[in-house]
């Protein structure tokens, strides 16, 4: 813990050493080598962008087009960052597209994806499916689905001939995820206000908690979660889980489906519930300050500040921030003592792989552009 939070602090210091530039314009046919920090499949360089923002460390990217062929790498978001904040080279290569993120440049935190894309395949992530007469009737019903965030269509020149026509609804998370959750002492965490987990605006709704109760069996996914209203927001935006359980003890959320039968018992420790997938979920917990919780990585900087009240405030005035990490005097590293860890994760609708493929056409929800 001493090391990696010495490392952060340094990175984070570094990254404000360079020019507080917005640098907007994307560089065709430019590639950034080495510095990679992640790879992600996006379906063009704006997306790319987009991801490269989002994510707490990425400063610039390089994104391999569908006329890539230097190996199979096509669709290929490749996330990077250096302690200066610039690319250390800048080379001529054919296919490929660069740019920096837009983190300075106050961006939209649910920007229009209104793209299309011919000929390209969004795989995986289906949760559900429909015929429609076209790729725009497709778009329509992901847009009016809450649950959707990016769809594939298959044309009538598709073959198998008897899929034909379908429009298949894809989804992935776009709530904050936090990539581990611990407790520390001599510290607080907790959520930017500002934080929009479900899409509805009416009505209000709590969802339903069973306090000492677990559900078992029919894990779906487990992810780090703050606490069971967290949980029950992982759960609210997730279209297939049914319900879920949440471990107080290791801050583990257990996704469930089960549309057969909710079978439960006493268990201490454990809080189960029902999501909200059809109304705007109370998000007052998000003003909950967690003591003794540490959220972990995900750092976009670091300032020295008098307490946690004023950590939450700037976290919640940041439209890059969506969660934060307050260090108190009761902190084991003096010198990190009274610091507020502003943090984020990527939360745009993403596809887990997308692959060339003919007659289908693929594209993303339109509700951030209404």
């Avoid at 279209?239 to 039968?261: D, I, M, Q």
């Avoid at 995900?298 to 946690?308: F, G, K, T």
């Amino acid at each position: 813990m001493r090391i990696s939070l010495v490392l952060l602090a340094l990175l984070s210091l570094g990254r404000v050493s360079f020019s507080q530039e917005c640098v907007e314009p994307l560089q065709e046919n430019v590639d950034f080598p080495g510095s990679d920090i992640a790879s992600l499949f996006s379906p063009d360089a704006k997306h790319c962008q987009l991801l490269c923002t989002q994510h707490p460390s990425c400063l610039f990217f390089s994104f391999l087009r569908a006329d890539w062929t230097g190996d199979d790498r096509v669709f290929h978001c490749l996330l990077k960052s250096d302690p200066s904040g610039r690319p250390s080279a800048q080379t001529p290569q054919q296919g490929v597209t660069s740019g920096f993120s837009l983190k300075l440049c106050n961006p939209d935190p649910r920007p229009c994806l209104s793209d299309v894309y011919q000929n390209v395949d969004f795989l995986g992530a289906d949760y559900s499916a429909l015929f429609t007469a076209d790729a725009e009737e497709c778009q329509r019903a992901c847009t009016q689905d809450p649950a959707c965030q990016f769809f594939t269509f298959a044309n009538g020149a598709f073959a198998p001939e008897n899929i034909r026509f379908r429009c298949h609804l894809k989804f992935s998370l776009t709530a904050p995820r936090i990539p581990e959750v611990e407790r520390k002492a001599g510290v607080i965490s907790g959520f930017s206000e500002t934080i929009q987990i479900t899409e509805f605006f009416q009505p209000a709704c709590d969802g339903q908690l069973f306090p000492s109760t677990d559900i078992p069996g029919n894990d779906l996914e487990t992810l780090p979660a703050a606490s069971p209203q967290h949980c029950l927001a992982l759960c609210s935006v997730r279209p297939r889980c049914t319900y879920f359980s949440y471990v107080s003890n290791s801050f583990r959320c257990h996704l469930k489906n089960n549309p057969a039968e909710l079978v439960t018992q006493s268990q201490e420790g454990v809080t189960s519930g029902i999501p909200a997938h059809f109304c705007n979920l109370n998000n007052a917990w998000l003003k909950q300050a967690l003591e003794g919780v540490d959220f972990q990585g995900s750092d976009l900087r670091n300032e020295p500040m008098d307490d946690a009240d004023t950590c939450q405030r700037t976290c919640t005035a940041d439209p890059n921030c969506l969660f934060y990490t307050f260090t108190t005097d009761a902190f084991d590293l003096p010198d990190f003592r009274r610091r507020c860890f502003l943090k984020r994760s990527i939360t745009a609708p993403a596809p887990p792989q997308v692959n060339k493929a003919n007659n289908v056409v693929s594209g993303f929800s339109l509700r951030s552009c209404l």
